[in-house]
C-alpha cells in the first residue's frame, strides 16, 4: 500500500529537481560553458563508437555500454585489450586504473555536493566528466557550496552528455559504412588532446600529465600495453601526493559562530574535513 505513495512522492520531488535546477540561470551558463569543448567531445564519443563496432561488439551492446558505462576512456583504454586476448583482470584493472582520476575529482566535489542526499550524489557521479570538473573548478575555485552551483553543475552535464551520446551511438549505427580511410582515429586522438589541455588548469594537473606521458614512454615496450597501467598509476600517486602536500600547507580558516546560532550542515562538513575551525561567540551576563 505504501510502495506506490513512496515512488510517486520520490518521482514528484525528483521532478521538482529538475525542474528548479533547469530554469536557474546557472543551468545555461553551464550548458554555454559546455558548447566550446562539445564538438571535442563529440568527435570522441564518435571514435569509441566506431571503435566498439569495429572491434567485433554487437550494436545492442556497443549502444547498452555508451550508455550505462559512459566512460570513453575506460572504453578506449580496454578496447585493444579485449581484441587482443588479454587476460579478464587486465581488462578490469585497466578500466579501474584509468577510472582512478574519479576518485580524485569526487573528493574534490565533496566540498560542494557532499550535503546533497547520496541518491543524488550518485547521479551526480554518473554524469560527472572530465571537461565538466574543469569548468567547474574553473567557475568555483574555492571550496564553499553555493545556491547556483548545481544548476551549472547538471546544464554543463547535460550538454556534455547529449553530445557524447549522440556522437557516439551514431558511431556505433554508422560503423559499417565509415571507411578507415577517413582517420578517425587521429581526430579522436586531437579530441582528446583538446580535452586534456582544458583540464590543466594547475600546477597538480599539469606535473601529473608530465609524468603520465613520461612513465608512458618509458614503458612503452611492456606486453598487452600495460604502458598505460604505468602512466595511470605514476600520474595517480603524483596528483595525490601534490594535493596533500598542497592542503597541508594550508591553514584552516577559523569562522566566527554567534552563540545561539547553529551551523549548517556543509558547515559542520567543512569542519570535520579540517577545513575551518568554529570559534563561538560568548554570551556575557
Same mark, same amino acid.
Given at each position: 500500500?505504501?510502495?506506490? +505513495? ?5 518521482? #514528484? %520531488?525528483? &521532478? /521538482?529537481?529538475? =525542474? ?6 546557472? $543551468? ?82 565533496? +566540498? ?5 542526499? #547520496? %541518491?543524488? &550524489? /550518485?547521479?551526480? =557521479? ?6 565538466? $570538473? ?96 604505468? =602512466? ?54
Amino acid at each position: 500500500m505504501n510502495a506506490p +505513495a513512496s515512488s510517486t512522492s520520490t518521482f #514528484r %520531488r525528483l &521532478r /521538482l529537481a529538475v =525542474a528548479t535546477n533547469t530554469r536557474h540561470p546557472a $543551468f545555461r551558463d553551464g550548458m554555454r560553458e559546455m558548447f566550446g569543448t562539445a564538438l571535442g567531445v563529440g568527435a570522441w564519443g564518435l571514435v569509441t563508437g566506431v571503435a566498439m563496432v569495429k572491434s567485433g561488439m554487437g550494436v545492442g551492446i556497443a549502444i547498452f555500454m555508451s550508455l550505462v558505462v559512459y566512460a570513453g576512456s575506460a572504453q578506449l583504454a580496454t578496447l585493444p585489450l579485449i581484441i587482443a586476448g588479454a587476460p579478464l583482470w587486465v581488462v578490469w584493472l585497466t578500466a579501474s586504473c584509468v577510472n582512478l582520476r574519479f576518485v580524485i575529482f569526487s573528493s574534490l566535489w565533496r +566540498a560542494y555536493f557532499g550535503w546533497l542526499p #547520496r %541518491r543524488q &550524489r /550518485l547521479w551526480l =557521479a554518473y554524469f560527472s566528466g572530465d571537461v565538466i $570538473f574543469a569548468a567547474f573548478m574553473k567557475r568555483y575555485p574555492d571550496q564553499r557550496p553555493a545556491p547556483d552551483q548545481l544548476p551549472f553543475f547538471c546544464g554543463a552535464a547535460a550538454t556534455n552528455w547529449l553530445a557524447w551520446q549522440s556522437f557516439s551511438i551514431a558511431g556505433i549505427l554508422l560503423a559499417n559504412e565509415v571507411p578507415l580511410s577517413w582517420g578517425l582515429g587521429f581526430a579522436g586522438t586531437l579530441a582528446l588532446l583538446g580535452v586534456l589541455l582544458a583540464m590543466l588548469f594547475d600546477r597538480a594537473s599539469w606535473m601529473s600529465a608530465g609524468v603520465a606521458a613520461t612513465a608512458a614512454v618509458a614503458a612503452f615496450a611492456l606486453p598487452l600495453k600495460l604502458n598505460i597501467l604505468v =602512466a595511470i598509476a605514476a600520474a595517480v600517486a603524483v596528483g595525490l601526493l601534490i594535493e596533500a602536500l598542497e592542503k597541508h600547507r594550508q591553514l584552516p580558516e577559523v569562522v566566527l559562530v554567534p552563540a545561539d546560532s547553529r551551523l549548517p550542515p556543509e558547515e559542520r562538513q567543512r569542519i570535520k574535513s579540517g577545513d575551518e575551525v568554529p570559534l563561538r561567540e560568548e554570551r556575557h551576563p
